[in-house]
């Protein structure tokens, strides 16, 4: 398995900007698909976005689709999640997770995850 720490999480205003960065060890990073994941309170784990191991595809959950960019950097085994336009709703527990099958593609399930970093506070106030 892979270990992954995110960092960039905070307090924003709605309308505010955030990137959230997560850290991957080993070698193998960029040969996993990795997701974005996010955990209100009360509720369950929602994906939030996904990418290619090469980072040439991606995919978006539709509440963030044109707010929310996704991309890496293999050369530095990091994961990214550009938030823009932050919403209250969007104030969750933001996790980075990575599918350790090797080139692997597109998910959107947490089921298709098996490394998770500790998650990353986001709060978006009205």
């Known amino acids: 398995q892979v270990q992954l720490v995110e960092s960039g999480g905070g307090l924003v205003q709605a309308g505010g900007s955030l990137r959230l960065s997560c850290a991957a060890s080993g070698r193998m990073f960029g040969r996993y698909a990795m997701g974005w994941f996010r955990q209100a309170p009360g509720k369950e784990r929602e994906f939030v976005a996904t990418i290619s191991w090469s980072g040439s595809s991606t995919d978006y959950a539709d509440s963030v689709k044109g707010r929310f960019t996704i991309s890496r950097d293999n050369g530095k085994n990091t994961l990214y999640l550009q938030m823009n336009r932050l919403k209250p709703d969007d104030t969750a527990v933001y996790y980075c997770?990575?599918?350790?099958?090797?080139?692997?593609?597109?998910?959107?399930?947490?089921?298709?995850?098996?490394?998770w970093g500790q998650g990353t506070q986001v709060t978006v106030s009205s």
């Open positions: 997770a990575a599918d350790t099958r090797e080139w692997s593609h597109l998910g959107a399930l947490t089921s298709e995850y098996d490394s």
